[in-house]
């Protein structure tokens, strides 16, 4: 696939993209840190409780989910465990797997935060999908 050029209208979708999805995540990071949390921390809680059905949060599936390195997600864990947020269960049979589950303390902190992340969105949705719509026909 060659590169083509861009045209000035794509360039101003892609700028208008990039300001929606930052614009939306500087809400994202003052909420969550007016809460007590770093915007990690936030990510972390979301992606365990997103977990899909039949998976476990692994340190390897949370470290893939906010790509990061594995020794960052042990270490990020490990402070959050030391909050009381979260909680490391399993790791006794022969592979060794451990999960990280929340604690009551990171629901309930986590459904006030991911509700004021819904309601932005549903806010933002229609800006962000107006460019990318605009993307989308290029």
Do not use: N, W
């Amino acid at each position: 696939m060659e590169p083509r050029g861009l045209s000035p209208s794509a360039y101003e979708a892609l700028a208008d993209f990039r300001y929606e999805l930052r614009h939306f995540l500087r809400f994202s990071e003052r909420a969550v840190r007016a809460s007590g949390l770093d915007p990690q921390e936030y990510q972390l809680l979301l992606a365990v409780k997103g977990t899909p059905q039949g998976r476990c949060a692994t340190i390897e599936f949370l470290a893939e989910q906010l790509q990061i390195g594995h020794r960052c997600a042990v270490e990020l864990v490990e402070r959050m465990e030391s909050r009381g947020l979260v909680r490391r269960v399993g790791g006794r049979d022969r592979r060794g797997t451990v999960s990280v589950e929340l604690r009551s303390r990171a629901e309930s902190l986590l459904s006030l935060l991911a509700a004021f992340h819904c309601s932005e969105l549903r806010c933002a949705a229609p800006a962000l999908l107006r460019t990318l719509e605009v993307l989308l026909e290029l």
